[in-house]
């Protein structure tokens, strides 16, 4: 388990900077200007940062970027950062700087930053420990060539103010670094019991786990999630997750798609990148690291999760093409791909959320088309939802936590395409609006009067360059702003 650097919030000391190892970053206004800690720095320096804040170098800088000085003269540092950023940042622009110091920091050294009175310090903080991620459990020899910062001080005026700011900074971080875990994790270590018992351990943290298995599945009539998973070796599960933080409310719940592995199944992928479908269980972990995040910060919320965990597979007793499944829900549904298969795991464990615990809203995760990738890329997941106050509220809180999320439609002109001869609802509509299709036939398995968000994170989950708070990998979208919509809409 990847764990994040341990920061500590301490009253600036400018003697102590020019002691400091590992790294030290200060921070210079786009005017060129010096504050006390950087001044400091400067003498010990002989000058030298002075100069570099009047060079076309520092000009050039974007706001928020950082430039390194290796072994700085007059400094016990291996590194200094000089960083670019105006005195009273926005929280975005404060946490900006703070992944560009995380990026830039001495792998495996501690790391002190002198923040001094910086509006959003713990902004600062919080980005720098998000971006101080490296997977490393796979190697024979770790090495501390991409290690994250051993430690994070920050230096800050008035440390107590800025410690309550960042009171949940910790939790946020350890929910953020679980989800990429878990979502880097190679399918022949996280398999569907290997995820479940990774799940299991989140009791000692508070965590009510609950583990159904295959027979169980079977009696609730969890036949089209089955279905997915029974051309595998690997036991289908559902894993539910409660942290009741909040009195007798009913609970919001969060349900993850959980394939472990995607083959597509009878409906081969085309075996060029097809080890990217790891990630494949990236709903799933966005929902773990979700609640792994609210039980850690102790949130007043009842927050349920459901995760579905299968891997597809092809053998001789995989679902095919053409075959017709019936849902826990009653409605049957025509197969007419195997490799839409993530829709097929939801809606079952959709329905049993309902039916079980009756939720105030509902919201499922799933790495679940290709098309919404074709429509956003990979800066923002799709969301799409029956409530405009529900997805509203999201959408804030994605936009505060620097998430990207573009709001898509819905409609029966879209439903229409999943229309099937020969049972009530057919997997797939074909390639035009795919993400939007997907969507409607989740819709479906909706309850009036529930309130639904289902968010696509298949451009956002896993990415092949860095991403706004990660290093290439996995990313951990969505627990910040899950656990933000939770803050702002759930607790007192």
Not at 195 to 205: D, G, H, T, V, Y
Not at 359 to 382: F, N, Q, R, S
Not at 426 to 441: L, Q
Request: with cysteine; aromatic share 4%; proline share 4%.
């Amino acid at each position: 388990m990847t764990r994040p650097a341990d920061v500590s919030i301490v009253e600036t000391d400018l003697a102590a900077l020019t002691e400091a190892g590992g790294t030290v970053a200060v921070f210079i206004d786009p005017e060129g200007k010096l504050d006390p800690a950087g001044k400091r720095v400067n003498r010990a320096m002989r000058g030298a940062l002075e100069r570099f804040a009047a060079s076309d170098a520092f000009s050039r800088l974007d706001d928020g970027g950082a430039a390194t000085l290796n072994w700085p003269g007059g400094l016990a540092a291996q590194r200094l950062l000089a960083v670019r950023l105006d005195r009273r940042p926005t929280a975005d622009a404060a946490r900006e700087a703070g992944v560009a110091i995380g990026a830039a920091a001495a792998a495996g050294q501690p790391l002190t930053i002198a923040a001094g009175s910086l509006r959003h310090a713990h902004d600062i903080a919080l980005g720098a420990a998000l971006r101080g991620y490296a997977y490393r459990d796979q190697r024979s020899d770790p090495g501390d060539d991409t290690a994250p910062p051993a430690e994070i001080s920050l230096m800050v005026s008035k440390p107590d103010a800025v410690g309550a700011a960042a009171r949940d900074l910790d939790a946020l971080a350890q929910g953020v670094f679980f989800t990429r875990d878990l979502v880097n994790a190679p399918a022949n270590i996280l398999t569907t019991e290997a995820f479940a018992s990774r799940l299991e351990e989140l009791r000692e943290i508070g965590v009510e786990v609950e583990v159904l298995d295959e027979p169980a599945l079977e009696e609730l009539g969890m036949r089209t999630l089955l279905a997915v998973g029974q051309g595998s070796e690997s036991p289908s599960k559902v894993v539910v997750l409660q942290w009741q933080g909040g009195g007798n409310e009913k609970p919001l719940a969060l349900v993850g798609k959980g394939v472990v592995f995607d083959t597509g199944g009878i409906s081969l992928k085309p075996g060029g990148g097809m080890e990217g479908m790891t990630m494949d269980m990236g709903g799933a972990g966005t929902v773990a690291g979700t609640m792994k995040a609210l039980a850690l910060r102790k949130a007043k919320a009842n927050v349920v999760g459901l995760v579905g965990l299968v891997e597809n597979m092809p053998d001789g007793r995989a679902q095919r093409p053409g075959d017709v499944v019936t849902s826990m829900k009653g409605d049957t549904v025509e197969v007419i791909n195997t490799d839409a298969e993530g829709r097929l795991v939801l809606c079952d464990v959709m329905w049993y959320a309902q039916e079980r615990f009756e939720p105030v809203g509902m919201i499922d995760l799933a790495t679940l088309t290709g098309a919404i990738i074709i429509g956003l890329g990979h800066e923002k997941a799709g969301v799409f939802a029956n409530d405009d106050a529900f997805c509203d509220a999201f959408l804030k809180a994605a936009e505060t936590e620097g998430e990207g999320a573009w709001r898509m439609p819905l409609g029966m002109a879209y439903a229409k395409a999943l229309k099937s001869r020969i049972a009530d609802v057919k997997n797939v509509g074909g390639r035009p609006a795919g993400s939007i299709t997907a969507a409607e036939f989740l819709h479906r398995f909706v309850k009036d009067g529930t309130p639904w968000m289902h968010i696509d994170i298949a451009g956002v989950a896993s990415t092949d360059s860095d991403s706004v708070h990660a290093p290439k990998g996995a990313t951990g979208w969505g627990v910040l702003s899950l656990s933000r919509l939770v803050a702002d809409r759930y607790e007192g």
